[in-house]
C-alpha cells in the first residue's frame, strides 16, 4: 500500500492502483449496481482530457511536453485496456465527480511514469491542477455523457435501418397476399400483407429519424463552463480552443452551448434523446404484440402468421411453441421506457446551477441504448427475417368474413349495407350470396366491385352504377323492409 493525502486527510492506496485517494473513498462508498460505467462513456472522458491537454498547451498554460504526456495516458485509457479506470460503480456521488476524478488520477499516474515518476506522486501532472486544467465535473460529465450517446447511436441507428429493410422486404414479397384487416380487435377492411409490412417499415423509419433529430441536438456542448457555467479558471480562449480539438478527436462537429450556464444544469437535451429511444420502444413494442396476435394459435388464434421456432413453449405441453422473441423484446422496449422515466425523473431533480443526477442519467441511457440495440438485432436476426405468411389461412379467413361489406358501401348506401351484413351473421352464409340472394347485384359484378387487391387502396366510384343500382326494384324492398 502507498498512502495519499487530500484535504479530508490520508488514506492508503494499493501500492500498484493508477487510482488515487479520491477513487479510493468513493470505493469503499459506494456499492449500488455493481456494474461499472459503461466503456463508451470512459472513451468519452479520455477524449475530453486529450482535448483539453492539446487546447491548455496551445494556449501556453500547460508544457507541450506534459500535455503529450497526458495525451499519450488518454489514449491508453481509452483502448479500455486500463481497468483501474473502470473500478467504480455506475451510480456514485452527484455530478459523477469519483468517475471524472478516477480519469484524472489514472491518466495522472500513467503521464507521470511516461515523464519518469512514481505512481501516487502526482509530479509533474497533478491529477487536479493539470489533467483537470480549465475543467470541473460539472461542464466534463454532461459533454462526456453526449459524447456516449453519440457513439451509441450511431449502432442502434445501424440496428434500425437493418430492421425498416427487411420489414421492406417482407412487403415486397407478400404485396399481394390481402389479409382481414381489423380495429379494436374486430373485423374491418381488407388490407395486404404489403401494406402492413410497409406500415411497419415506416414507423420504424419515422422512429428512427425522431430520435436522430433528438441525438444530432447533443453535438451542443457545455465543456469550457467549468463548475457552474462562468468559465472561472479556464483561459479565455480554451472553451472555443477546446470544443474545436475535440470535434477533431471524435470526428463530429460539436458546437460551444449559447449558454454554458444552461448546459451546467439543464439535461434536458439528454431527456430528449431519451425520448427518442421511448419513442422507437413504443412502436417496436407495438409491432411485437402485433406479431403475437397475428401468430396466435396457430388453429385456435389468427393463425396468419408462421415465426420462426427458437424453443418449446412449455413444460408440461407437449408440442407447444410460444412467440418467444417478440415477448422477449416486447420486455425489453418496456424496461427502455422505465430508464426513461428515472432519466425524467433525474433531469427534474436540478437545483440551482447543476443538476447532479448526471451518473444516473449516464446509466440508463446507456442501458437503454444498448438494450434496445440488442432487441432489435434479435427481433430482425430471430424472428422477422424468418416470418412467414400462411397463406392459406389467410384465403380462408378473408373468404369467411365480412371485410370486403365497405366496399359496397358506396353502392347500396351505409344502412342497406349493414342490413345485408346482419342478414349475413345471423344467417351464417357468405356476404357475397345474401347480396345475390336479394337480387341487388349480379354476381359477375358484384366479384368485380368486391375484386380483394381493388378494394385494399382509394377507388373510383361508378356513379352511373350506383344510380341504376338504387334504382332498382330490389334495392327498393330492403329499403322498405327496413
Not at 501516487?120 to 491542477?129: E, I, V
Not at 382481414?180 to 414507423?203: E, K, M, S
Not at 446509466?363 to 440488442?374: H, I, Q, S, V
Request: charged share 20%; aromatic share 4%; proline share 6%.
Amino acid at each position: 500500500m502507498r498512502r495519499e493525502r487530500d484535504s479530508l486527510g490520508a488514506k492508503a492506496v494499493p501500492s500498484r492502483a493508477l487510482y488515487g485517494i479520491f477513487t479510493q473513498r468513493a470505493l469503499e462508498t459506494f456499492h449500488l449496481t455493481g456494474r461499472p460505467p459503461h466503456p463508451a462513456l470512459i472513451r468519452a472522458y479520455a477524449a475530453i482530457k486529450k482535448a483539453a491537454a492539446r487546447a491548455n498547451a496551445a494556449l501556453g498554460t500547460l508544457p507541450r511536453r506534459w500535455a503529450r504526456a497526458i495525451e499519450v495516458a488518454a489514449d491508453r485509457v481509452a483502448t479500455g485496456r486500463i481497468p483501474d479506470v473502470a473500478v467504480l460503480d455506475s451510480l456514485h456521488a452527484g455530478a459523477g465527480t469519483p468517475m471524472h476524478m478516477n480519469v484524472n488520477e489514472v491518466i495522472a499516474n500513467l503521464a507521470n511514469e511516461r515523464l519518469g515518476g512514481r505512481r501516487g506522486r502526482y509530479t509533474p501532472n497533478h491529477p487536479n491542477n493539470h489533467v483537470n486544467l480549465g475543467q470541473s465535473s460539472n461542464d466534463v460529465t454532461p459533454t462526456a455523457i453526449r459524447l456516449m450517446a453519440l457513439e451509441l447511436a450511431d449502432h442502434l441507428a445501424a440496428e434500425l435501418a437493418r430492421l425498416e429493410a427487411a420489414f421492406r422486404r417482407l412487403a415486397v414479397r407478400e404485396r399481394r397476399v390481402v389479409k382481414p384487416g381489423r380495429t379494436h380487435l374486430q373485423d374491418a377492411v381488407p388490407i395486404t400483407y404489403g401494406q402492413v409490412f410497409t406500415g411497419w417499415a415506416q414507423a420504424i423509419h419515422e422512429a428512427a429519424e425522431a430520435l436522430d433529430v433528438a441525438v444530432r441536438a447533443l453535438r451542443v456542448i457545455g465543456l469550457g463552463g467549468t463548475a457552474v457555467g462562468t468559465g472561472i479558471t479556464a483561459h479565455p480562449r480554451f472553451r472555443i480552443r477546446v470544443v474545436r480539438e475535440l470535434s477533431r478527436l471524435v470526428g463530429r462537429r460539436l458546437v460551444p452551448a449559447a449558454s454554458p450556464v444552461t448546459a451546467t444544469w439543464s439535461l434536458r437535451p439528454l431527456l430528449a434523446c431519451s425520448g427518442g429511444l421511448r419513442g422507437v420502444a413504443v412502436d417496436v413494442a407495438k409491432i411485437c404484440a402485433d406479431l403475437r396476435l397475428l401468430a396466435s394459435g396457430p388453429h385456435t388464434g389468427l393463425g396468419e402468421l408462421r415465426l420462426p421456432e427458437v424453443e418449446p413453449g412449455s413444460s408440461i405441453m407437449p408440442g407447444k411453441v410460444n412467440p418467444s422473441v417478440p415477448e422477449a423484446v416486447q420486455m425489453a422496449c418496456y424496461q427502455v421506457c422505465g430508464y426513461d422515466h428515472a432519466i425524467a425523473l433525474a433531469a427534474a431533480a436540478g437545483e440551482l446551477e447543476l443538476n447532479v443526477m448526471t451518473p444516473l442519467v449516464a446509466d440508463d441511457l446507456a442501458l437503454a441504448f444498448e438494450l434496445l440495440t440488442r432487441a432489435l438485432h434479435l427481433l430482425r436476426t430471430r424472428c422477422v427475417e424468418g416470418l412467414r405468411v400462411n397463406r392459406a389461412r389467410v384465403a380462408a379467413l378473408v373468404r369467411g368474413s365480412l371485410i370486403e361489406a365497405t366496399a359496397l358501401s358506396p353502392y347500396l348506401g351505409y344502412e342497406v349495407t349493414a342490413e345485408l351484413v346482419k342478414e349475413a351473421l345471423a344467417s351464417g352464409r357468405p356476404f357475397r350470396e345474401v347480396v345475390v340472394a336479394r337480387g341487388l347485384v349480379d354476381r359477375s359484378a358484384l366479384d368485380r366491385l368486391l375484386d380483394p387487391r381493388a378494394i385494399t387502396g382509394p377507388q373510383r366510384i361508378d356513379a352511373a352504377l350506383r344510380r341504376r343500382l338504387q334504382a332498382a326494384p330490389a334495392y327498393r324492398r330492403v329499403r322498405a323492409a327496413m
